[in-house]
């Protein structure tokens, strides 16, 4: 095994306090009788990021002998870890900012003149949106419309908010340079059976690299036990809706 950098806890000190846990945005920690314990090396990266959140001092990182970080199994992990041990806010900040769940207003009013002729309100309804971040239970999911878009929809497509999220969750993607693409399909398929989206629509665009997340929505939905409504958008690199269709 590789020499790298990983916590290590000294029970001795640690009281059980659990300020850690939430901050570890892997899911490496837990309470367990007591006591803050490492669930697995593999999800430990070894940045110390719960370092500074220890008020006892229990914690620090060492280098020695351990399995390499493996990205993919900590996302698999956060997807079945139950919610309490999701990363979440707290008044100290100490969870990640880029992975904090939130719920964001959406405002019913028109942009006033003043703010210019193509101003348009935002319809973003929580926080993170990259597919990566997000948890598939978060309460933004439960029961939701949801739109999963690939990375460049929104900034090709001039009316992507009031035409494609309008009422809908998004989660983001990019099927051509994202990694570990195996756990979005867990996620969504986390989605439609344990969060139990009323539908999802998968925006892509013209480019056929795009059709990569087509296919991982399918795959989900083959694994799938519920198979509610999915449909496919596709954007033309000019900004137009070239069609949609049934998937």
């Known amino acids: 095994m590789p020499l790298r950098d990983v916590i290590t806890i000294d029970e001795s000190l640690c009281d059980g306090c659990g300020d850690c846990v939430t901050s570890c945005a892997e899911g490496a920690l837990r309470v367990i009788d007591g006591k803050a314990r490492l669930v697995s090396e593999v999800y430990c990266d070894g940045l110390g990021a719960c370092l500074g959140h220890c008020p006892q001092g229990a914690i620090t ?24 041990f999701l990363p979440m806010a707290r008044e100290n900040g100490s969870a990640c900012p880029g992975s904090r769940p939130m719920s964001l207003p959406v405002s019913s009013s028109a942009p006033s003149s003043a703010e210019g002729l193509h101003a348009t309100t935002s319809q973003l309804r929580h926080w993170p949106v990259q597919l990566h971040l997000v948890s598939p239970m978060a309460a933004a999911f439960d029961g939701a419309d949801v739109l999963l878009a690939a990375d460049c929809v929104a ?19 990019c099927p051509k340079l994202d990694s570990h693409q195996d756990v979005y399909v867990e996620k969504l398929v986390a989605m439609i059976d344990r969060a139990g989206v009323r539908s999802l629509t998968v925006a892509v665009m013209e480019v056929p690299c795009c059709g990569g997340l087509i296919r991982l929505a399918q795959a989900a939905a083959e694994r799938a036990a519920r198979k509610p409504p999915m449909r496919a958008v596709v954007i033309g690199v000019g900004g137009e809706i070239l069609g949609e269709r049934s998937l």
């Open 61 to 84: 990182v060492v280098r020695r002998e351990a399995p390499p970080y493996d990205e993919a199994a900590v996302a698999r992990h956060l997807v079945r870890s139950p919610v309490s």
């Open 155 to 173: 900034f090709a497509h001039p009316s992507f908010h009031d035409t494609l999220l309008t009422g809908r969750s998004l989660a983001v993607a």
